[in-house]
């Protein structure tokens, strides 16, 4: 009997210690069925020798099919030993919850398991305050595990020792108060964790609704994580509510092949000591944080990252007041991921301004000396960061990456050694509205932001800051700031979207260097927002660049005229100014956005590709485009400059010559839709090749028109042009405008072109023609159209009307070609408000061999322009056209012979040879 007692006395003190060992005198007891009971009264247990607690290793089972009846077991006193298995749960169909309340006493586990089980939708409390002598699991015993709620608080019992609450099961286990107060100096280290070996357990989470405390007098530490597991299975969470009192240190993470979430519902998560060590991905895989209720801010001292770290979710997460060191340590030949951050959220604030983010290696040959930051989200470093790249290879140094379609923001004035990389599709901003944020190397080698698709660097400065930074690949620049003025030396703007200003502050952007990258082919574009300004003061690109820029608004270029640039596209609605540069795009097309103003200063030469002019855009100044320009609905030429043009110019649509410009053609001009109205004046010869040219004032043209087969030129209404033109198979068309062109003397009449009338409505168009005379002196000889008259006879004519005047007292064949001619028409002339026979109205007598209503062609009768065969007039009612010669001017148009004026034709030699007697030459 002695032996037995004494046995039980040393397994008691086993126990005491924080030590698990089974003994012979332990019990498992099992709960009756009956609603609210005594714990401390042996009838509530079976066996009912004794109550669960009263020797070591006493195991209780609250669980059965108790057919929804609420189990509630009170504790009256405090067990005088800890458990070292717990199991609630009620597995009847409808289940009732299991509760162990107190009523005076509390709960003591050693080592223990608890196991949640029954059907899921039970719920399982334990209220009763816990002494925790060793570890807490809570387990399964069944497949069907249900949550757990703990609201007692958990009392680590005892001396110095180290302490465990773990979740090891799929369910949510949520705890209360935690008191981690020992009265040894050293404290006590209390790991709370998800997840177990098993690889199906990982999803596992722990809500920690209460307050963590240690009383204020010990250096307690925390320890929060995932323990082990798979990592295809998912993730497992702790989520803080409660706003934790500690003092000690903090380390998140505790494995190596766990990620889990870390779920920050207040910012008193890590304990209320700011100078307590916040440590990060001690072991993890993958330490994901999350700001949850709202934005959150944790504020340490110091903080140490030394795994893969993440933020996810809605709400911002802010590290305040921090020195933050990233350091590698390498395990198991993982360290290529090592120090990686993720932002998928909205916000991550990393630091604040003063203080320091150290990248730290010791591995002098380590190659994997990457950190990217990833995610969707916004990550702002406000700490200045620097490593100890400046002692290892030059391959070593450390490279920091915005590796996801999210914007790291980096405020601090920065002296990492490595390069920074976009190689995601996301943004690297510095600055963010203030007068700091760089990347400068602190052993003076270059900066250099590059990437591997298409990203953004983002300049945000609102002071004059200048950098030696080289950005390229193809990612794109976007400066703003309110004010702001950023220079950047060596800088090329390669295929991303580049845009200067925000669209509301002025900014400016000031590069030295080239600005197209050397191996780009896809081609750059600025658009500048309406208070951005791009300045661009040297260009250094050979003969050899196949990069082309598209720019916007507004873009001052000014370097010397033997630099050399690839333009491709103009874009954004704005101007375009290159002052004395020499600008060649004979490799690649030039093309303008829309509504965009493009002007080359004197001296300025654009090289022998094609040129795209659209729609609302404007190509002027005062220099010399050597290859072909194409205009769609935009204008060519600006007020005040000469424009010269070395090949061809095509127009679609609405396009035009800029009021009063110059713009010198060479290789003519081809209207391929629409209609060119020149506004201004081309210069030199002008050659139209096809479609409808309209001169819209009278210095249209400043010298000689060719009108070839397929084109056409419309002289606006009341504008008059003079020029020589040639017809050589197209048109001149008078849309109530004239033609008055200087003819020499002894000049044939019939270079006056056939001239074409286009009057929307109204008649079917008519075209005139002096097919035949020749000019007594010097002329000036004016021809129009008109589609009305006021003849009182006018429902008579059938063709437009024509004005001719300025032959004098010349002898000339006069034809007029419309459809509609027929047997005895003629040629009428507005005589005394009527419309009669042309010849009648002639001054000279009739010729001897004078023809009366000659039914052919001019050319077929024989006549000539002379006085022998003057008063003859015939039609062609084949050819469509009537006919006369004649020696007077006035307005002409074509008429049937009703039989009315039958009788007046024929006797108008003898009638009218008293008027002619009077007519004075014209």
């Not at 289940?95 to 398991?113: E, K, R, V």
């Not at 077929?860 to 322009?865: D, K």
Request: charged content about 5%; proline content about 2%.
């Amino acid at each position: 009997m002695n032996n037995k007692n004494n046995t039980r006395i040393l397994l008691g003190a086993i126990a005491a210690l924080g030590l698990s060992a089974p003994s012979a005198f332990a019990v498992a007891y099992t709960l009756a069925p009956g609603g609210t009971q005594d714990w401390n009264t042996a009838a509530t247990w079976s066996p009912s020798t004794g109550t669960p607690g009263g020797a070591a290793g006493d195991t209780a089972t609250l669980s059965g099919n108790f057919t929804g009846v609420n189990q509630v077991v009170n504790i009256s006193t405090t067990l005088a030993n800890g458990l070292t298995t717990l199991t609630l749960g009620d597995t009847s169909v409808t289940p009732g919850s299991t509760t162990i309340g107190t009523s005076g006493g509390s709960l003591s586990l050693n080592a223990a398991t608890i196991n949640s089980n029954g059907t899921v939708g039970a719920v399982n409390t334990i209220t009763a305050p816990i002494s925790q002598t060793g570890g807490i699991t809570v387990g399964a015993a069944v497949a069907n595990t249900n949550n757990l709620t703990i609201s007692g608080k958990i009392t680590p019992a005892g001396v110095a020792a180290s302490r465990a609450i773990e979740n090891s099961g799929m369910k949510t286990v949520t705890l209360g108060d935690i008191d981690i107060t020992s009265g040894s100096t050293a404290g006590v280290i209390l790991t709370v964790r998800a997840g177990t070996t098993a690889a199906g357990t990982i999803g596992s989470n722990l809500i920690l609704n209460g307050t963590i405390a240690d009383g204020g007098t010990v250096s307690g530490a925390m320890i929060f994580g995932a323990r082990s597991g798979n990592l295809t299975a998912g993730t497992s969470s702790i989520q803080f509510n409660g706003s934790n009192t500690y003092t000690g240190a903090t380390t998140l993470g505790i494995q190596s092949n766990v990620h889990t979430v870390y779920k920050i519902n207040t910012d008193q998560a890590f304990g209320g000591n700011a100078s307590a060590l916040l440590t990060i991905g001690a072991g993890s895989a993958n330490n994901i944080l999350e700001a949850v209720g709202s934005d959150r801010t944790i504020t340490k001292s110091t903080t140490t990252i030394n795994r893969q770290i993440s933020f996810q979710g809605n709400n911002s997460l802010s590290f305040a007041a921090n020195t933050i060191k990233m350091s590698n340590g390498p395990s198991g030949g993982l360290s290529f991921i090592n120090n990686n951050i993720s932002a998928s959220g909205k916000t991550v604030t990393l630091g604040s301004v003063g203080s320091n983010l150290y990248f730290n290696d010791t591995n002098t040959t380590d190659l994997y000396r990457l950190r990217d930051v990833a995610g969707a989200g916004t990550t702002i470093i406000n700490s200045s960061m620097s490593d100890n790249s400046g002692t290892v290879d030059a391959a070593s140094r450390m490279v920091l990456a915005q590796a996801g379609t999210g914007t790291l923001v980096l405020t601090g004035n920065n002296t990492y050694q490595g390069a920074t990389r976009i190689s995601g599709t996301g943004s690297v901003q510095l600055g963010n509205g203030g007068t700091t944020g760089s990347i400068a190397p602190a052993n003076g080698l270059a900066a250099v932001v590059n990437g591997t698709a298409a990203g953004t660097l983002v300049l945000n400065r609102t002071d004059a800051y200048s950098s030696a930074l080289t950005a390229n690949g193809p990612i794109g620049i976007t400066q703003k700031g309110n004010g702001g003025s950023v220079t950047l030396s060596n800088t090329q703007f390669n295929s991303g979207n580049n845009i200067i200003g925000d669209g509301t502050n002025p900014s400016t952007l000031i590069v030295n260097g080239a600005y197209v990258a050397q191996a780009s082919t896809t081609g750059a574009t600025i658009a500048n927002s309406a208070n951005g300004q791009l300045a661009i003061n040297t260009v250094t690109l050979t003969a050899g660049n196949t990069g082309l820029l598209k720019v916007g608004q507004p873009v001052y270029i000014t370097g010397n005229a033997s630099s050399v640039a690839y333009v491709d596209s103009i874009t954004s609605s704005t101007t375009f100014k290159v002052g004395g540069l020499q600008v060649s795009n004979s490799v690649g097309p030039l093309a303008t956005g829309t509504g965009v103003s493009l002007t080359f200063g004197a001296g300025s030469a654009l090289g022998t590709g094609t040129t795209t002019v659209n729609a609302g855009s404007t190509l002027g100044g005062s220099g010399t485009v050597a290859g072909a320009v194409t205009l769609n609905s935009a204008t060519i030429g600006n007020s005040g400059n000469t424009l010269t043009l070395g090949s061809s110019l095509t127009t679609n649509g609405s396009s035009n010559v800029g009021t009063g410009s110059t713009v010198i053609t060479y290789s003519g001009i081809t209207v391929a839709s629409g209609a060119l109205t020149v506004n201004g004046t081309l210069g030199g010869t002008t050659v139209i090749n096809g479609g409808t040219v309209i001169a819209a004032n009278n210095n249209a043209f400043s010298g000689s028109v060719t009108i070839n087969a397929g084109g056409k030129l419309s002289i606006g209404t009341g504008v008059t042009i003079g020029n020589a033109i040639t017809l050589a198979g197209g048109t001149l068309a008078l849309a109530g405008g004239t033609y008055a062109p200087v003819l020499g003397a002894a000049s044939s009449y019939s270079s006056v072109i056939p001239l074409t009338s286009s009057f929307a409505g109204g008649k079917p168009d008519t075209t005139a023609s002096l097919i035949g005379g020749t000019t007594g002196g010097s002329r000036t000889v004016s021809t129009s159209f008109s589609d009305t008259s006021t003849a009182s006879n006018d429902n008579l004519r059938f063709s437009d009307v024509l004005s001719l005047s300025g032959t004098g007292g010349d002898i000339f064949v006069l034809q007029v070609s419309v459809s509609g001619v027929s047997d005895n028409t003629w040629i009428g002339w507005l005589y005394n408000g009527s419309w009669v026979n042309a010849v009648n109205g002639n001054v000279g007598s009739v010729g001897s061999s004078a023809l009366s209503a000659y039914a052919g062609s001019f050319a077929s009768s024989g006549a000539t322009a002379s006085a022998d065969y003057l008063g003859s007039y015939g039609y062609d009612s084949a050819g469509g056209t009537v006919w006369a010669v004649i020696d007077h001017n006035s307005d002409f148009a074509a008429i049937p012979e009703p039989s009315t004026c039958a009788a007046l034709a024929g006797l108008g030699i003898l009638g009218l040879a008293a008027y002619r007697r009077r007519r004075s030459r014209a």
